[in-house]
């Protein structure tokens, strides 16, 4: 296949160039963002002004407790997805499980619904305006879905050192693109310097080619996959003595101190030590392929495209 020709406006190249194409750049950008991205929001969660989880007010209509029967979410999408490997479902399965010791309340995202979100291609629209972008995916000779899909098989990407991100809505877990030092000693200098935010640039650019419009709101140095939502407020109120509850800040920093536990074993146990990693610390995203879906995809739902 001939390269991707980059579009002048693509978003994920902007960063690529700021950090001169190099791989360790990137990776201190992914690690930046959710570092401080964990601080702030810990800062805000524990401050004694803390109103409470912000619910997925939609979620909580489809699931849980609160569940309406015949509610449907409104909002239809086209993505590209990623799948987990089994090794790293399997360590979000224990984070899960970690996770709900301290909150049974919280929405645990199905395993066979997790998914990384290497390109959002729109969001938020109707069943009428995401079938027209369909159509002009699959009507493209040039780059065909088949080809967006397999792309990650000729251009692999890692992802490594796992953990938990958050803020008052949800939880995730979060990697970084691996640098050169961390590929096999047998790739290219050029495979060295590819990286996940890479990958992302080049799936922009082919969906371009196709003639669909992008519009994603996912341009941050992020690679994440969500894996538990707020959908109640259940376990974290107190009652008064006037009868009236409030936030249980006590039980909030049960949680936080959970997540900050958790990531310090990722840390200890998953990371990169002495050129090893542990089975659920590495990804090789798109190894099987990307996904490409369409509909209800908020929570791991949706239809396959099928591939041209």
């Given at each position: 296949?001939?390269?991707?020709p980059l ?9 690529i160039?700021?950090?001169n194409n ?18 702030h929001?810990s800062?805000k ?5 803390f109103p ?21 979410d409104?909002?239809?999408?086209l993505?590209?997805w ?6 790293v ?7 899960q499980?970690?996770l709900r010791?301290?909150s ?34 699959q009507?493209s ?22 953990m938990?991100?958050?803020?008052s ?6 990697f ?15 495979k ?8 992302r ?16 709101r ?17 376990g ?10 409030t ?16 990531n310090?074993?990722?840390?200890n146990?998953?990371w ?26 908020w929570?791991?739902g ?7």
């Amino acid at each position: 296949m001939t390269p991707v020709p980059l579009s002048e406006d693509n978003p994920f190249q902007t960063l690529i160039a700021e950090a001169n194409n190099d791989s360790a750049i990137l990776q201190s950008q992914y690690e930046n963002h959710r570092v401080t991205r964990n601080s702030h929001q810990s800062a805000k969660i524990l401050a004694h002004n803390f109103p409470g989880w912000s619910l997925d007010e939609i979620l909580k209509r489809l699931d849980g407790p609160g569940k309406e029967d015949g509610f449907f979410d409104p909002r239809n999408c086209l993505v590209i997805w990623a799948r987990p490997s089994p090794q790293v479902r399997d360590l979000i399965c224990f984070i899960q499980n970690e996770l709900r010791s301290i909150s049974p309340s919280l929405w645990l995202m199905p395993s066979e619904n997790l998914h990384l979100t290497v390109l959002e291609v729109a969001h938020s629209q109707t069943e009428e305006q995401i079938e027209e972008l369909v159509q002009t995916l699959q009507s493209s000779k040039d780059v065909t879905s088949a080809d967006i899909a397999a792309y990650p098989r000729s251009h692999p990407t890692r992802l490594i050192k796992p953990m938990v991100s958050f803020d008052s809505a949800a939880l995730a877990l979060s990697f970084v693109p691996a640098t050169c030092e961390y590929l096999e000693a047998e790739s290219s200098s050029d495979k060295e310097h590819y990286t996940y935010h890479h990958l992302r640039r080049d799936i922009f650019d082919m969906v371009r080619q196709t003639k669909v419009p992008v519009a994603s709101r996912y341009v941050v140095p992020s690679a994440h996959l969500t894996i538990a939502r707020f959908i109640s407020q259940d376990g974290f109120l107190i009652r008064g003595s006037d009868g009236a509850e409030t936030v249980d800040h006590s039980c909030v920093k049960l949680l936080i101190d959970k997540i900050s536990e958790i990531n310090q074993k990722l840390e200890n146990e998953y990371w990169p030590k002495e050129g090893a990693i542990k089975d659920g610390g590495e990804w090789i995203v798109g190894q099987e392929g990307l996904v490409i879906r369409r509909g209800r995809v908020w929570y791991g739902g949706g239809e396959y495209v099928p591939l041209d």
